[in-house]
């Protein structure tokens, strides 16, 4: 059985653990895989609605992509590197960025290369006071592969990315807060504790407004303030044909909790 990501299903809410401690949780091609496949099933289940990832041990969140690994597809030429770990690499980062549920990081640990890559596409971060970060592909003289390149930039500004991208050198979880990397920095203790806390807090609304928030957001930041109107129209088009919609207006009418339905 593939244990490179465990799932533990904690009431409504996936808990994914990059599962391979000794290696620092380094994403092997194995790994990707493994977490889009428990994606496409935390997706299809009625009852998950959240989704917490985070790493095994005390350690790391992930130091990033397998490099021996890596290392051998390159040996075998630029198509196969390409195949093997860069389209793979894109896949698991757009997967969890479009995801239709929301997606936490609880960064435990070392978030370097693939590692901060993840952080970056996932919609929401916690970091423990532990964390560091680190965009280090340059060190071996690669760009970042798993879009690195393109949300770091989007999220922290173009001239404070290239500081880090063409440094390599780690930062701190107060400069990933300031970057807009991470929502909240908490004791390593509180880390998960405070992970389930900003779950639960975006669980008590509408999970049909949640996926259309996230859809909306997702789709709209590489459009045009004209087309993310419409994306955002169209979103609350969908919105208005279900029962969701009446329940929150009418529990808002009549000063009650709304009572969403979770199946």
Not at 48 to 55: F, S
Not at 89 to 116: D, H, S, W
Not at 172 to 188: C, D, K, M, Q, T
Request: net charge positive.
């Amino acid at each position: 059985m593939d244990d490179t990501v465990v799932m533990e299903r904690v009431g409504p809410v996936a808990v994914l653990r990059l599962n391979r401690p000794a290696k620092l949780n380094a994403i092997s091609y194995a790994m990707a895989d493994r977490l889009l496949a428990l994606l496409d099933r935390v997706e299809a289940d009625a009852g998950l609605h959240a989704v917490i990832i985070t790493g095994a041990g005390d350690r790391a969140f992930s130091a990033g992509g397998d490099i021996p690994e890596f290392r051998a597809s390159v040996l075998q030429g630029p198509d196969q590197a390409l195949r093997d770990f860069v389209r793979r690499g894109q896949r698991m980062t757009r997967r969890l960025e479009a995801f239709p549920k929301p997606v936490i990081a609880a960064v435990n640990g070392l978030a370097y290369g693939g590692g901060c890559e993840i952080t970056e596409a996932v919609h929401l971060a916690v970091a423990s006071d532990r964390a560091v970060f680190a965009k280090p592909e340059i060190v071996i003289g690669i760009p970042p592969t798993f879009g690195g390149t393109q949300r770091l930039p989007r999220l922290a500004g173009r001239k404070r990315a290239l500081e880090l991208l063409l440094t390599g050198d780690p930062f701190s979880p107060a400069r990933a807060l300031e970057l807009g990397l991470i929502n909240r920095i908490v004791p390593h203790d509180q880390l998960m504790p405070a992970a389930f806390d900003l779950a639960a807090r975006i669980l008590r609304h509408s999970p049909l407004a949640t996926a259309r928030i996230l859809t909306a957001v997702t789709r709209g930041l590489n459009a045009t303030i004209t087309e993310g109107l419409e994306i955002e129209a169209e979103q609350f088009g969908r919105m208005a044909a279900t029962q969701d919609i009446h329940e929150g207006l009418e529990a808002w009418i009549t000063r009650r909790t709304p009572r969403y339905s979770r199946v």
